[in-house]
């Protein structure tokens, strides 16, 4: 069967429900057989059956008259398998069966009259719903879940927790961890807080449906749907976009799976010799460049746009969703919601059988309206991801230049600083996310001494913070979050993974540092600039200083900008000859200042003087100086 995905991008599969009836579409090409199974309750055995019927697309087709709201089904193939339908958008409790329901009904309680603020600059902050409330410090009403992310007046010993703690701190995104369907975990809530019942999602079920174990009652279709909603809604309440973190790169099942059962060798990638393809490194690729498949991948992100008010989509391992597939998907979500981002992983778990000019690696994003992370500019911070090499901010003064192309916005800023983007758009800056070894946990194992850890720390805080590009950070990471080392917790539970507001009070001061970055980054209004052009015109490094000094100056309307960094643990002083290096003689300056108050990392600025006048000074660096 030969079709485009433009041939079909306007059928509407799934259960479309209306009150009168609802019609049920399922792809499924090579089956000759499927039974549509209903009854009021998943529990039951015996179901009532609909013989389906099969189009020229490959379709198979029932309406059912009579109002079906509250209502279970699935599909029955060749009289041997039974599956859920891909296209659900509710499901029972642990995903036995799909759901029907009406979406409208539920949405009339569901106005939300929030309008987003235009946004001058983006600021992502990655975080779990269960993780982020389920201690009971986070003094939430519904612990590690959606409802439990909505409340946004929660404290512990005076300092705000939950939702209050995120619009604080000042960030734009919250990107969520799975929060579709995913199969992993039992979604009862009486083993909601197990240890061992306990998983990030990246093991997906049904794409279009919610996670039940996130919502207060998941045996209702609907209350893990209204939840969801108020969530969002108390969100967008604070000002802040909603991003969601989709696994369209692989499934959990393979063999078993509703797409193999209905559609066998259509929706995964296979070797020549029939095996199937694993660049996600887990078993299994979705093949995103069939129609069927793309569209399917298209329809979602859609479907979550419209009726979930989705302001985002973060792709895992985004180099196996074929690059064709992502620019349909953009265009298309920008006719739903201009402002919406899409950015993900420029690399795979494995090696695939996707051909390669499709494949989204580092540089493939270069003006195609999408971002992707900068492992470059993270591994040049503080070194690898899990292992004990050093970064710059830990000594290795020779990545000099690898910081500088990261400050930058890692576009081609000259023929000494090449980086891998158009402009700065394109970068996701960040030193770590959910994987890995979280930041504070990589410093504490790759120094020999933890004496200058707080203001190592700080230093990649400021790197983030000030450079061109997205600036992304993770849970936890503003308080020296700790996870005792361990490098993948997807499944550790949440005594590894979960949020402890007690370390807000104790690291209270590099939170507010972090808040105070976030702070300084809005006002000084420059690092919002994205075209390379504008840059390059506006940015200039500093020449001729010692490696472990790095130094610019953004020259923006009125005012100019000077940013110093210093990483070595000595005291460096600004002589009159390291002076003029750094500040021209027809400078005026008067005052060197900061909004973080006093800084730890060792630049002695006493000897700055003779100057009378500047709009913006920026020191980072500077021991004791309270600005």
Same mark, same amino acid.
């Given at each position: 069967?030969?079709?485009?995905?433009?041939?079909? $991008?306007?059928?509407?599969?799934?259960?479309?429900?209306?009150?009168?009836?609802?019609?049920?579409?399922?792809?499924? @090409?090579?089956?000759?057989?499927?039974?549509?199974?209903?009854?009021?309750?998943?529990?039951?055995?015996?179901? =009532?059956?609909?013989?389906?019927?099969?189009?020229?697309?490959?379709?198979?087709?029932?309406?059912?008259?009579?109002?079906?709201?509250?209502?279970?089904?699935?599909?029955?193939?060749?009289? $041997?398998?039974?599956?859920?339908? @891909?296209?659900?958008? %509710?499901?029972?409790? /642990?995903?036995?069966?799909?759901?029907?329901?009406?979406?409208?009904?539920?949405?009339?309680?569901?106005?939300?009259?929030?309008?987003?603020? +235009?946004?001058?600059?983006?600021?992502?902050?990655?975080?779990?719903?269960?993780?982020?409330?389920? =201690?009971?410090?986070?003094?939430?009403?519904?612990?590690?879940?959606?409802?439990?992310?909505?409340?946004?007046?929660?404290?512990?010993?005076?300092?705000?927790?939950?939702?209050?703690?995120?619009?604080?701190?000042?960030?734009?995104?919250?990107?969520?961890?799975?929060?579709?369907?995913? *199969?992993?975990?039992?979604?009862?809530?009486?083993?909601?807080?197990?240890?061992?019942?306990?998983?990030?999602?990246?093991?997906?079920?049904?794409?279009?449906?919610?996670?039940?174990?996130?919502?207060?009652?998941?045996?209702? @279709?609907?209350?893990?749907?209204? #939840?969801?909603?108020?969530?969002?809604?108390?969100?967008?309440?604070?000002?802040?976009?909603?991003?969601? +973190?989709?696994?369209?790169?692989?499934?959990?099942?393979?063999?078993?799976?509703?797409?193999?059962?209905?559609?066998?060798?259509?929706?995964?990638?296979?070797?020549?010799?029939?095996?199937?393809?694993?660049?996600?490194?887990?078993?299994?690729?979705? %093949?995103?460049?069939?129609?069927?498949?793309?569209?399917?991948?298209?329809?979602?992100?859609?479907?979550?746009?419209?009726?979930?008010?989705?302001?985002?989509?973060?792709?895992?391992?985004?180099?196996?969703? +074929?690059?064709?597939?992502?620019?349909? %998907?953009?265009? #298309?979500?920008?006719?739903?919601?201009?402002?919406?981002?899409?950015?993900?992983?420029?690399?795979?778990?494995?090696?695939?059988?996707?051909?390669?000019?499709?494949?989204?690696?580092?540089?493939?994003?270069?003006?195609?309206?999408?971002?992707?992370?900068?492992?470059?500019?993270?591994?040049?911070?503080?070194?690898?991801?899990?292992?004990?090499?050093?970064?710059? *901010?830990?000594?290795?003064?020779?990545?000099?230049?690898?910081?500088?192309?990261?400050? %930058?916005?890692?576009?081609?800023?000259?023929?000494?600083?090449?980086?891998?983007?158009?402009?700065?758009?394109?970068?996701?800056?960040?030193?770590?996310?959910?994987?890995?070894?979280?930041?504070?946990? $990589?410093?504490?194992?790759?120094?020999?001494?933890?004496?200058?850890?707080?203001?190592?720390?700080?230093?990649?805080?400021?790197?983030?913070?000030?450079?061109?590009?997205?600036?992304?950070?993770?849970?936890?990471?503003?308080?020296?979050?700790?996870?005792?080392?361990?490098?993948?917790?997807?499944?550790?539970?949440?005594?590894? /993974?979960?949020?402890?507001?007690?370390?807000?009070?104790?690291?209270?001061?590099?939170?507010?540092?972090?808040?105070?970055?976030?702070?300084?980054? $809005?006002?000084?209004?420059?690092? =919002?600039?994205?075209?390379?052009?504008?840059?390059?015109?506006?940015?200039?490094?500093?020449?001729?200083?010692?490696?472990?000094?790095?130094?610019?100056?953004?020259?923006?309307?009125?005012?100019? *900008?000077?940013?110093?960094?210093?990483?070595?643990?000595?005291?460096?002083?600004?002589?009159?000859?390291?002076?003029?290096?750094?500040?021209?003689?027809?400078? *005026?300056?008067?005052?060197?200042?900061?909004?973080?108050?006093?800084?730890?990392?060792?630049?002695?600025?006493?000897?700055?003087?003779?100057? #009378?006048?500047?709009?913006?000074?920026?020191?980072?660096?500077?021991?004791?100086?309270?600005?």
């Amino acid at each position: 069967m030969s079709i485009s995905y433009e041939e079909i $991008k306007d059928i509407e599969l799934g259960a479309i429900y209306k009150k009168e009836y609802t019609d049920f579409r399922v792809f499924s @090409p090579n089956r000759d057989k499927i039974n549509l199974l209903l009854c009021d309750d998943y529990r039951k055995v015996r179901k =009532n059956s609909y013989p389906m019927k099969k189009n020229k697309n490959g379709v198979f087709e029932y309406r059912y008259y009579g109002d079906l709201d509250g209502y279970f089904y699935s599909y029955l193939v060749e009289n $041997k398998y039974e599956v859920t339908d @891909p296209y659900s958008k %509710a499901s029972s409790i /642990n995903s036995i069966m799909s759901a029907v329901v009406d979406m409208e009904e539920i949405n009339s309680r569901y106005k939300s009259n929030y309008s987003l603020p +235009d946004l001058k600059d983006i600021i992502i902050y990655e975080l779990n719903v269960k993780d982020f409330t389920a =201690n009971k410090n986070s003094s939430v009403e519904y612990r590690g879940k959606f409802l439990g992310l909505s409340q946004s007046n929660s404290y512990y010993e005076g300092v705000k927790t939950g939702l209050g703690h995120i619009k604080e701190l000042g960030i734009s995104h919250v990107q969520l961890l799975p929060v579709y369907d995913f *199969i992993s975990t039992f979604e009862e809530d009486y083993k909601f807080f197990d240890e061992d019942n306990y998983n990030w999602g990246y093991d997906p079920e049904l794409y279009f449906n919610i996670e039940g174990s996130y919502s207060t009652n998941p045996y209702n @279709p609907k209350a893990r749907i209204e #939840e969801f909603k108020t969530m969002v809604d108390s969100i967008h309440k604070e000002k802040i976009r909603v991003v969601m +973190d989709v696994v369209f790169n692989h499934t959990f099942k393979t063999k078993d799976s509703n797409f193999e059962i209905l559609a066998p060798g259509y929706y995964y990638r296979k070797n020549p010799d029939g095996t199937y393809s694993n660049g996600s490194g887990v078993g299994n690729e979705l %093949a995103s460049e069939k129609p069927f498949v793309r569209k399917l991948i298209i329809d979602c992100l859609k479907f979550w746009a419209k009726e979930y008010k989705i302001d985002g989509f973060r792709f895992d391992l985004m180099a196996l969703i +074929d690059i064709d597939t992502i620019k349909i %998907a953009l265009k #298309e979500l920008k006719e739903i919601n201009p402002n919406i981002i899409i950015y993900g992983e420029p690399w795979m778990g494995g090696t695939s059988s996707l051909a390669l000019d499709k494949q989204i690696l580092i540089g493939r994003q270069r003006s195609n309206g999408f971002a992707v992370f900068n492992n470059r500019f993270r591994d040049a911070i503080k070194g690898n991801n899990d292992g004990y090499s050093k970064g710059y *901010i830990q000594g290795d003064f020779s990545l000099k230049t690898q910081i500088e192309i990261g400050i %930058a916005g890692s576009i081609d800023y000259d023929c000494k600083r090449m980086g891998f983007a158009d402009d700065a758009r394109e970068v996701i800056n960040y030193f770590n996310c959910h994987d890995n070894l979280i930041y504070y946990d $990589k410093l504490r194992i790759s120094l020999t001494s933890e004496k200058n850890i707080e203001e190592i720390s700080r230093l990649g805080f400021a790197l983030i913070f000030l450079s061109f590009g997205t600036p992304f950070i993770y849970e936890g990471n503003e308080f020296n979050n700790s996870k005792q080392n361990n490098r993948n917790s997807y499944n550790a539970g949440l005594s590894i /993974n979960g949020i402890d507001w007690k370390d807000k009070i104790h690291n209270l001061s590099t939170y507010t540092y972090v808040k105070s970055l976030i702070e300084l980054r $809005k006002e000084l209004n420059v690092f =919002n600039i994205y075209k390379s052009s504008l840059i390059k015109s506006k940015l200039k490094f500093i020449e001729g200083l010692d490696d472990n000094l790095i130094s610019y100056t953004i020259e923006d309307k009125n005012k100019r *900008i000077y940013v110093v960094f210093n990483a070595s643990s000595s005291e460096v002083k600004l002589n009159k000859t390291l002076r003029d290096n750094i500040f021209s003689k027809d400078d *005026i300056v008067r005052k060197v200042f900061s909004k973080m108050g006093k800084i730890n990392n060792k630049i002695n600025v006493s000897n700055i003087e003779n100057f #009378e006048k500047i709009s913006v000074n920026v020191y980072i660096g500077g021991e004791g100086n309270e600005l």
